[in-house]
């Protein structure tokens, strides 16, 4: 299975700022998604990140809040634009390895965000 | 559309009990279906996996059956560890789709007390 590294692993910013969270994963992948995990509750997938081509959003996420950049089958990344309290959430990558529907998605160990 | 159903949580059980967590499912066509787990301040681990009906997935003493006819694929483990106690999630995919997404439960927390 891919080995997927997430940075910052943590981090406490005002609100009005930015963040951008790095996803690096050691093979090269086709599929990469980006989740959102607020405090207790289950993921939700924020967008589909397909290298050569635009990021998918889904429904009530976009892209000027949620830019991500995918430039090569190894690396992506997610800014939080214009962060407020409620963006307070983890923050997880995950890719598919691998060919075939029936594969898994493996994921990074997230990005602890908390908006002041 | 496709939905997974989780049994809500948290879920208290003294060492060495036996735990069953309920998930359900509703799809289209034939999902594969997976249970991961979450350890605190960790991300999700691939727990377990079944792709077809009466698959059964198994790792690290957790099995789950994929039963069609009850569209259920419930997790079980015959004697838990304070180690387990974590969140587990159940989720669902449509290989058929092309997408790989992804319909998650709601996440059932278990504690284990020694």
């Known amino acids: 299975s891919a080995v997927i590294s997430q940075k910052p692993s943590r981090d406490i910013c005002q609100r009005g700022t930015s963040l951008t969270i790095q996803c690096q994963v050691d093979?090269?992948?086709?599929?990469m998604f980006w989740y959102r995990q607020q405090p207790g509750q289950s993921l939700t997938l924020i967008a589909t990140?397909?290298?050569?081509?635009?990021?998918?959003?889904e429904s009530g996420f976009v892209i000027d809040k949620f830019p991500i950049s995918r430039p090569n089958l190894t690396f992506s990344t997610l800014t939080v634009s214009n962060m407020s309290p409620e963006d307070s959430s983890i923050y997880l990558c995950?890719?598919?390895?691998?060919?075939?529907?029936?594969?898994?998605?493996?994921f990074g160990d997230g990005t602890r965000l908390s908006i002041l | 559309g496709n939905s997974v159903t989780q049994m809500e949580g948290p879920v208290t059980l003294s060492e060495e009990a036996f735990l069953t967590i309920n998930c359900t499912y509703t799809?289209?066509?034939?999902?594969?279906l997976f249970w991961y787990v979450q350890y605190p301040g960790e991300g999700l681990q691939l727990l377990l996996k079944?792709?077809?009906?009466?698959d059964k997935g198994s790792n690290k003493g957790f099995e789950a059956t994929y039963r069609k006819e009850t569209t259920s694929f419930h997790l079980e483990k015959g004697s838990v560890q304070v180690s387990d106690s974590a969140v587990y999630f159940c989720?669902?995919?449509?290989?058929?789709?092309?997408?790989?997404?992804?319909?998650f439960g709601t996440g059932t927390r278990l504690k284990v007390l020694a």
């Open positions: 995950s890719v598919v390895a691998g060919s075939g529907g029936n594969q898994p998605q493996h």
């Open positions: 093979s090269q992948v086709t599929m």
């Open positions: 990140a397909n290298q050569g081509s635009e990021a998918t959003y």
């Open positions: 799809a289209t066509g034939y999902p594969s």
């Open positions: 079944a792709t077809k009906a009466d």
């Open positions: 989720a669902l995919s449509d290989p058929t789709s092309g997408t790989y997404k992804y319909i």
